[in-house]
């Protein structure tokens, strides 16, 4: 099975069309998060959501936890897939699956210990997908993702093994390691956003070599 790519913290339209063209599967738009890169407006993420064809995943970052909140955000962006990156309350999926037909969701768990396993399992049915990555919601500014750390990947290992939707693995991914990544955990996909940037700025170079290193993985 081919390993998706979805790359993370795209700033611009000239962004998009580089991953995408680099063979991402999905790209990542960031609104307002407690902490973290690749913030960008809402009318910039709606701008560059109408730019892709339908293949592409538009995926919306959110902090939101409210489902009325949550809503009228992709509403105004019009993306084809909610980040759901932090914690919601019970019966908040079903609210969205009402509001928002055809709209995938997808939760992020940060892993961190047993209880994230249990999380992750408990959630997975009510959700399109899981994403695994590396912030504390805990901190007292929340790091809701995009810290660059790795965190332990035989937790996230057992959350895909059991799992019954599909699971993209983040945190601290670059070319170096994605091979031993998908080696070990065997998502569905990965998720990076600084692993492919300098300063910022999307790599193209970083790209390929991410890029080639999945494929590499792959073959």
């Not at 959350?159 to 031993?180: E, Q, R, S, Y």
């Amino acid at each position: 099975m081919r390993t998706r790519v979805k790359i993370c913290c795209i700033s611009s339209v000239g962004e998009a069309r580089a991953a995408v063209a680099a063979g991402a599967d999905a790209i990542g738009l960031v609104s307002a998060m407690p902490s973290g890169p690749g913030v960008i407006a809402e009318d910039l993420i709606a701008e560059i959501a109408a730019t892709q064809p339908p293949a592409i995943g538009t995926v919306l970052l959110t902090a939101e936890t409210d489902p009325a909140a949550i809503v009228a955000q992709q509403r105004r962006c019009g993306v084809n897939t909610i980040q759901l990156c932090d914690a919601l309350a019970p019966g908040a999926y079903l609210r969205l699956r009402d509001a928002l037909p055809g709209v995938a969701l997808i939760q992020v768990i940060h892993v961190r210990g047993e209880d994230d396993v249990a999380e992750a399992l408990r959630i997975a049915a009510l959700v399109d997908g899981l994403l695994l990555d590396s912030g504390n919601p805990s901190a007292t500014v929340k790091e809701l993702g995009g810290t660059g750390r790795v965190h332990d990947w035989a937790l996230s290992r057992r959350i895909v093994a059991d799992a019954p939707c599909p699971v993209f693995l983040a945190g601290g991914l670059n070319a170096g390691n994605v091979a031993g990544a998908i080696g070990r955990v065997r998502p569905y996909g990965v998720d990076l956003c600084n692993g492919v940037r300098t300063e910022g700025a999307l790599d193209s170079a970083k790209l390929a070599a991410f890029m080639a290193a999945v494929a590499g993985a792959d073959a």
